[in-house]
């Protein structure tokens, strides 16, 4: 088989991507596909970090809108939701034999670490997966943030944006049915016409460290570990 062309990779998977379509919370089997997808990558050698988003159980400025707590609360919120949410990969992963560490950068220290850089890269270094949680740690930002700060800070080679299309359509596939996918993309050509891949702080800082970020689909059996390898469905933007 050829050489992985990415050696460390970071995914950005959403909370929804943790319940069964339609619902919220967790459901198993959903975290057992995410788990196997993520595996049949680190079993080509790859270093994978995973940053968890929390929307499956709150998102701040939702849970704030027309309610007593504040914005910031609602933000703090979303961040432990995101604690939530890495546990239950975390278990998942190992109950698959893939070992972790998941690194919060809030401190709760009875469940997990801490985000050290140093220490992130290590455990990778020594075949972990390591699991971000609590985004930025700062109110007000998203977990796309997160995963474009943790990617920059760990120098991974891409940053994998797990959705649940495969990639960038030339308009919505879902109510255009001449819509068609786009291959590829610059980073220039995605502020010129405006497409919302991620939030623009994130998607900034994708730029200026030259990390390219690949749209895909994870949920197609195998897609993640064939676009880790070059091959796969997705649509590649800000690479070369
Ligand atoms: N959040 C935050 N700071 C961060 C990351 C997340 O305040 O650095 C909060 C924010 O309220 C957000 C919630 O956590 O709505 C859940 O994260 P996100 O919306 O990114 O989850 P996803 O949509 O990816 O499931």
Known sequence: MSEPRYKRVVLKISGEGLCSPGNSGIDGRQLLKLAEEIKLVTDLGVQVCVVVGG?????????????????????YMGMLATVVN?????????????????QSALSIESVCEKFIRRRAIRHLEKGRTVIFAAGTGNP???TDTGAALRAAEVRADVLLKATKVDGVYTSDPVKDPTATRIESLSFQDVIERRLEIMDVSAFDLCQRSGIPIIVLDLW???NMSAIVRGEGIGT???AG
């Open 236 to 238: 590649v933007i800000g």
């Open 86 to 102: 890495a546990l239950a990969v975390q278990d998942t992963l190992e109950s698959i034999g893939v070992p972790t560490r998941v």
């Open 140 to 142: 007000f930002v998203t």
């Open 55 to 75: 929307g499956n159980i709150v998102r701040g400025s939702a849970i704030a809108k027309d309610s007593p707590i504040e914005e910031s609360t609602g933000h």
């Open 220 to 222: 197609k059996t195998g």
